[in-house]
């Protein structure tokens, strides 16, 4: 007996479950929320490795978004309207959902609105930006219900104290949560039905064995009638031929900053940089784009040229004139593919994957955890 465990300890914790999930970001967890609420007689497990959800869901910036004017327009180079359309629908309904299902007082959900920035240097980018927004206002209406989603908001650009920024979009349906707040409140529903969940349980590999599927851990094996993988970013790490490429994202927090102007979600440079006020303090991440390459990587860490880039900005841009000391920096790791979708989907006898939130995963990852439960009960 490697491990020691009691009688009771292998009657209560460990031995043979229903459905064994690999993961407890907020795909996972909505996976097991879902098949505990639908068949509250499942024995269901998360073996999650880190001592916290250690992927993207506690470490990311806590927009609920669905997409500034110029994403919406970069998508449309490679898919149709009616794809992008079904896309931002996707993502709304998410978010209605995490908000519905949650509550928004317990996850700190604020609708400030967001805004998207162009510099100086991006005047024809903005005018290109600006001709379309009647166009994707009438386009996304049928899917958000409301209307004029997209106006110009020049006239706020001097009222948040921003200095080289020459136009901005307003989205009014944009809001912003607390994280790990959310988080927490999923935790507590989950365990609440009676989901067994378990911490600092990496999972070495997942192999058949009779009629159950073996999970072997550093903590010993369990048996599972069925596996979800929900495991995002670190996918190929178990299954080295599902199409997720990681992408690190670097964060900081400044401390709080007296008399701050800023209210709401910022985007600028498609996306790739990304702030928002945070409790009086800005947060504010992005670069990725500086070295595609030393940003695909699973491993957490920061880099000089990052860390230099975030601060001119903030410096520059986002706080001129105004004293700033950051108090945080922290990254997560994203997991990205050149299909913008999430991979839902069997991939083994007995063994199910719901990745690749392609950074987007507040606003997707209710409905991934959703509909991949649903496979499972209905296969
Ligand atoms: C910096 C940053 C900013 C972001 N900002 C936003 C935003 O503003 N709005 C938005 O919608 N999205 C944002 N995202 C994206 C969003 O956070 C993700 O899309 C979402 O959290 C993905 O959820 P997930 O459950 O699929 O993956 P994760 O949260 O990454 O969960 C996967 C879990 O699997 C665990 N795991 C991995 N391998 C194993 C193993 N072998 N055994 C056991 N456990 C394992 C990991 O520890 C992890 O906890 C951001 C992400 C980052 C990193």
Redesign the pocket.
């Known amino acids: 007996m490697p491990f020691n465990y009691s009688y009771w300890e292998q009657t209560a914790f460990v031995g043979y479950f229903d459905v064994v999930i690999?993961?407890?970001?907020?795909?996972?967890l909505n996976a097991a929320l879902h098949l505990k609420t639908t068949q509250p007689q499942l024995r269901v497990l998360v073996?999650?490795?880190?001592f916290l959800?250690?992927?993207?869901?506690t470490?990311?910036?806590?927009?609920a978004?669905f997409g500034t004017v110029s994403e919406q327009l970069a998508l449309l180079k490679h898919a149709t309207e009616d794809e992008m359309v079904q896309l931002v629908g996707y993502k709304y309904r998410g978010l209605k959902r995490l908000r519905e299902k949650l509550g928004d007082d317990k996850i700190g959900y604020e609708e400030h609105g967001g805004y998207e920035l162009f510099m100086d240097a991006e005047k024809n980018k903005a005018e290109e930006c600006i001709s379309q927004i009647d166009r994707l206002n009438r386009l996304l209406e049928p899917v958000v219900g409301e209307s004029d989603i997209y106006s110009i908001a020049d006239d706020r650009i001097a009222g948040f104290g921003f200095k080289g920024v020459s136009r901005m979009i307003y989205n009014k349906c944009e809001g912003q949560i607390h994280t790990g707040r959310m988080m927490r409140v999923l935790l507590a529903k989950v365990q609440g039905r009676g989901v067994l969940v378990l911490n600092n349980?990496?999972?070495?590999k997942i192999e058949p064995d009779g009629e159950w599927m073996n999970v072997a851990t550093q903590q010993g094996n369990f048996k599972a009638g069925k596996v979800i993988l929900?495991?995002?970013?670190?996918a190929k790490?178990?299954f080295p031929n599902l199409a997720v490429t990681p992408g690190r994202?670097q964060?900081l927090v400044t401390k709080p900053i007296e008399g701050l102007k800023l209210c709401g979600t910022y985007h600028f440079d498609e996306g790739y940089y990304?702030f928002r006020n945070a409790y009086g303090r800005v947060l504010f991440?992005g670069g990725r784009n500086l070295d595609f390459g030393a940003e695909q990587t699973t491993e957490f860490g920061h880099t000089d040229a990052v860390k230099q880039k975030l601060f001119e900005y903030l410096e520059q841009v986002i706080l001129p004139g105004q004293k700033f000391e950051i108090d945080y920096w922290w990254?997560?790791?994203?997991?990205f593919g050149d299909d913008i979708k999430p991979i839902i989907k069997q991939v083994e006898p007995r063994v199910y994957c719901a990745?690749r939130?392609n950074?987007?995963?507040?606003?997707m990852?209710t409905l991934v955890g959703e509909e991949v439960a649903e496979l499972v009960l209905n296969s």
């Open positions: 690999i993961g407890s970001g907020i795909v996972g073996l999650e490795r880190g959800p250690s992927g993207a869901s470490k990311n910036a806590g927009f978004c349980c990496a999972v070495d929900a495991t995002n970013a670190f790490q178990l994202g964060v990304y991440g990254s997560g790791i994203m997991g990745v939130c950074g987007m995963g507040i606003a990852g």
